[in-house]
């Protein structure tokens, strides 16, 4: 079935004949403020564009350059003595259909279920700044289960809705305990559909009702 | 009553005879984490220790340091010539009794309403910063009201958990309503005690056991 994946940069460096794999990011330029770097250099990597980036942390660790190839790659690319690096992380979660420019003139861009990364021995900390961000991630549909309707069709069924919130929780929900809790969430609500052209006995079709949402959720205790 | 406070730390520029507030903060070391570094800051200006800071958002506009007067005042304090200054942003929740060292030879430091932030300028971005900052904490204490309890004494009344929540919301929940939703957070639970040495019937007190609360929160849909 369809999985969570995180795109990654290949990062190859020749004279070395050596290759690995990174987050995409790059350099912030001095005039710029760092929302609009972040949108720059996705577009710039990827051609993604009017994505939803939000800040999720920074990392500043003085030894996130320790090592000399990392170093060496950087000093290269960016022609500055590289000290300490402080990355501000952004994080978007978008479904995979977008249209993205794998390669380009220097970039090869690729989706890897995130799962993987445990194998993969990521560029400089890329490893902990993609386990944070997950992190972030599975925290934020945890306190705003609302989040996933922006993945999902205007109307959906009950088991796209939980595969999708499994698939990013990393669970096995439980059907009946699933529809009950979910179906909490205000604004969310039966139609009087069914899906179209099944093989099978047409499951009810559900849809998400921001406005509603967003009025009875306001004032939680009030 | 009780009210939501920040602490800011008085700014005085002598050669101008100019004086106002800013937030607590100062430079990194080269060899310091960032977590490190905002632990030490706070000790070095509050005395204060074994505080729970947690990183909640970076600020890195170039026009960050467009106000002369801010940008001569760290040039001066940091013998540095400086172009933009990227903050990365901590923030704590904690009791207005912890002791703090309000003055020390170079530092005066106070609490303020966080309702006059509206009508203080303070020294660079720290109007928006403060604001970023309690809107992190409004969103944390609604997604993880359980947070609360780290402010309560171990037993404590219906009253006092409202008027905590209240406080730091901005709110003013109603009575009932505010019970039965709050009966829902898991591991809180209501005592065969009530409050002692009160001039008045006396209330019930209420728990919270953590142990149970992580249990039966770990897996919210299965």
Redesign the interface.
Known sequence: GEKLKVLLIERTIEEQNFSDKKLPGSI?F?????DEAAIRILNELTGLKNIYLS?F??????QRTKNMRDKNWLEKLTNMKI??I?T?GYVALIKISRKIIFESENTAANWYDVSSLKSLRLAFDHNEIADTALEHIRHKV???PSMLFELLPQKFTMTQL?NL?DIIMG????VR??KK??MQIEGLEQLDEVQKDVPYRAPRLYRFDKKVHKKNTR????
Chains 1, 2 share one sequence.
Not at 30 to 34: A, G, I, R, T, Y
Not at 57 to 62: A, E, L, M, R
Not at 171 to 174: A, K, M, P, R
């Open positions: 912030i001095e005039d710029e403020d760092l800040q942390h920074s990392f500043g660790n003085p000290g300490r402080v501000v945890k306190s705003e939980r919130y669970t096995t929900s439980d305990n699933f809790k979910i004032k939680l205790y009030s």
